[in-house]
């Protein structure tokens, strides 16, 4: 059975920094893109971040270029996505969600995403 567990949500002032973790089990996605989405209250899920496979190639959304930063740790038996979120916004308050594709190893998107994690909640205050 897959999983997707989340880690490093919770509460931060407007210009501080959390790191989130994401660590897959059940399967390998060593070939793989993994991701980064998230949710506000009322709004739809939208993309935030992805990373492919081998690590080489990263996607972000514009609001969050130049302050958010993805990567993974592809070991043997496990692998784990993060996302470093730095000048954190506000508008950076949602629930974010790890997700996974077995369809690509480039990117993951709405569409392909196979797999999502629980989710963890990100508050920024003011």
């Known amino acids: 059975q897959v999983q997707l567990v989340e880690s490093g949500g919770g509460l931060v002032q407007a210009g501080g920094s959390l790191r989130l973790s994401c660590a897959a089990s059940?399967?390998?996605?060593?070939?793989?893109?993994m991701g980064w989405f998230r949710q506000a209250p009322g709004k739809e899920r939208e993309f935030v971040a992805t990373i492919s496979g081998s690590g080489g190639l990263r996607n972000y959304a514009d609001s969050v270029k130049g302050r958010f930063t993805i990567s993974r740790e592809n070991a043997k038996t496990k692998n784990t996505v993060f996302l470093q979120m730095n000048s954190l916004k506000l508008e950076d308050t949602a629930v974010y969600y790890c997700?996974?594709?077995?369809?690509?190893?480039?990117?993951?998107?709405?569409?392909?995403?196979?797999?999502w994690g629980q989710g963890t909640q990100v508050t920024v205050s003011s």
């Open positions: 997700a996974a594709t077995v369809r690509s190893s480039v990117g993951v998107t709405i569409l392909n995403t196979d797999y």
């Open positions: 059940g399967r390998t996605f060593s070939s793989y893109a």
